[in-house]
Nanobody, 121 residues
């Protein structure tokens, strides 16, 4: 069993910053890519940013230059630094990880429970 626990969401004014964290724990052999997704009311869940185990990153166009994803492989933790926040960034943010639970187990997708980010204008 693998758990992803997010923290760091909250209410912030436009132009402000927040830092999200997501720690993976449980039966972890290795973690491939980790990422952050978000879902606003009435909209589909979308990729915000992702990072491979080697540190390669990918960002949605809407957050490039404002958000930074990073990870600490020793702690099985991924972070999302969000700067210059806009009201349109308001959403529930979900952590995702591709986890191997053992040698030859195959990769399984795990999700966190979500953390609310609200940006007021």
């Amino acid at each position: 069993q693998v758990q992803l626990v997010e923290s760091g969401g909250g209410l912030v004014q436009a132009g402000g910053s927040l830092r999200l964290s997501c720690a993976a724990s449980g039966s972890i052999f290795s973690i491939n890519a980790m990422g952050w997704y978000r879902q606003a009311p009435g909209k589909q869940r979308e990729l915000v940013a992702a990072i491979t185990s080697g540190g390669s990153t990918n960002y949605a166009d809407s957050v490039k230059g404002r958000f930074t994803i990073s990870r600490d492989n020793a702690k099985n933790t991924v972070y999302l630094q969000m700067n210059s926040l806009k009201p349109e960034d308001t959403a529930v943010y979900y952590c995702n990880a591709g986890v191997w639970t053992g040698w030859g187990s195959g990769e399984y997708d795990y999700w966190g429970q979500g953390t609310q980010v609200t940006v007021s204008s």
